[in-house]
């Protein structure tokens, strides 16, 4: 698998973040890894980077969970969808939560710019798994 | 027609313990799950990641201790919560008296934040002392912890004496509420800020909604955000 470059996770939850991101270290499948608990500050830190145009910065993957106060899981992705597509479009955004709700799954299959419905705690295989079904390359940039 | 009003009354009755039930489960198959799942991730971590160093491992078994302290702390108040009213008998309260207990209590927020607490003279009333008091606290609480950055709490309580029930506003002058989370609130374990900005567990206003549900009342809010919150609960004559 090629290695990707960059993913950033957003989970309000310190304990999931730390652990989060040492899987996918030892998943070797990106480079960098950045994690955010507040869900606000990730999205102002993504759009600057989409405004301005950073193009080393941009993730390919962006791991989001649901339940978050301020801020939930849904409303993040509603307003990542308002940013203009020809910017974003690089980035792939896949759920990660604990919630393992079928109204959730269901909602997030209706849902253009969600690839994929990851249930925590996350593990390398599930990393694997994710990485090879959706086509992410599509996305990623050459 | 007394029949029917009791049978009313069951059907009330029923209907608040289903939600409450229907919360309970919620509650334990997220809430509780969160610091489990850690327990688990953390755990097979431990067991896979061969390259860490003992700091790295010394942390991960901090993080497991941590989150089951996290899952025993929650199941204490899930408990608390429960127990709220069982086996505690009605009796005559002076508010005032309560009310100063409370101020007691938060004498160090108070002090910290220079807050100011005013109150109408308050009425003594028949009710769940220990939960009263557990009311206004968490009530004065808040509308000390959610003040504006910069500003000074200015808390306003008082009391009105209706023909079938007392009613109470606890006001601020806060960072007010969303009125999209004005349900949210009264639920066990929410939280609507992010943990770093206001500490709690989530609790308060929980109880709080089933102390005066207890109380045959009701507990509302009526906020904008920027301007402060208002919370009114109602707390029946006839108990």
């Given at each position: 698998m090629k290695k990707l470059t960059k993913v950033v996770i957003v989970d309000d939850n310190p304990y999931s973040n730390i652990a989060s991101k040492r899987v996918i270290q030892l998943s070797k499948t990106f480079d960098t890894i950045q994690t955010f608990e507040d869900p606000v500050l990730a999205f102002s830190y993504l759009q600057g980077l989409y405004e301005r145009d950073i193009y080393s910065e941009i993730p390919d993957l962006i791991l989001v969970d649901l339940n978050?106060?301020?801020?939930s899981g849904w409303d993040f992705i509603h307003t990542f969808e308002l940013l203009p597509y020809e910017s974003t479009k690089v980035t792939d955004i896949k759920i990660l939560t604990g919630s393992d709700d079928d109204d959730d799954r269901r909602k997030a299959s209706t849902?253009?710019?969600?690839?994929d419905f990851i249930t925590k705690p996350l593990n390398i295989e599930k990393i694997m798994t994710t990485l090879d079904r959706n086509q992410i390359n599509k996305y990623s940039p050459i | 027609m007394e029949l029917k009003r009791r049978e009313i009354g069951y059907k009330t009755l029923l209907e608040e313990k289903s939600k409450e039930l229907e919360q309970f489960s919620y509650i334990v198959s997220h809430d509780l799950q969160t610091p489990l799942r850690n327990i688990i991730l953390f755990t097979e971590l431990l067991e896979m990641?061969?390259?860490?160093s003992s700091e790295t491992k010394a942390e991960y078994i901090s993080y497991i201790k941590d989150s089951a302290r996290q899952a025993s702390e929650q199941i204490k108040m899930l408990l608390t919560y429960s127990r709220l009213g069982r086996g505690k008998e009605i009796v005559k309260v002076d508010l005032e008296e309560v009310l100063s207990d409370v101020k007691v209590r938060l004498s160090d927020k108070i002090g910290i934040s220079n807050a100011v607490i005013l109150s109408d003279s308050l009425p003594v009333i028949r009710c769940f002392p220990d939960e009263m008091r557990e009311l206004l606290f968490s009530l004065l609480d808040n509308a000390i912890k959610f003040k504006k950055i910069f500003s000074i709490p200015f808390v306003r309580v008082s009391c009105e004496s209706l023909e079938e029930y007392w009613r109470f506003k606890v006001s601020d002058n806060g960072i007010g509420i969303d009125e999209s989370n004005f349900e949210n609130i009264?639920?066990?374990?929410?939280?609507?800020?992010?943990k770093e900005k206001y500490e709690g567990a989530g609790l308060g206003l929980a109880m709080a909604k089933k102390i005066v549900e207890l109380h045959d009342g009701s507990l509302t809010v009526a906020s904008e955000l920027g301007k402060g919150s208002e919370f009114i609960f109602t707390i029946s004559k006839h108990l």
């Open positions: 978050m106060p301020e801020m849902l253009s710019r969600i690839s | 990641d061969g390259e860490a009264f639920l066990i374990f929410r939280k609507v800020h992010h």
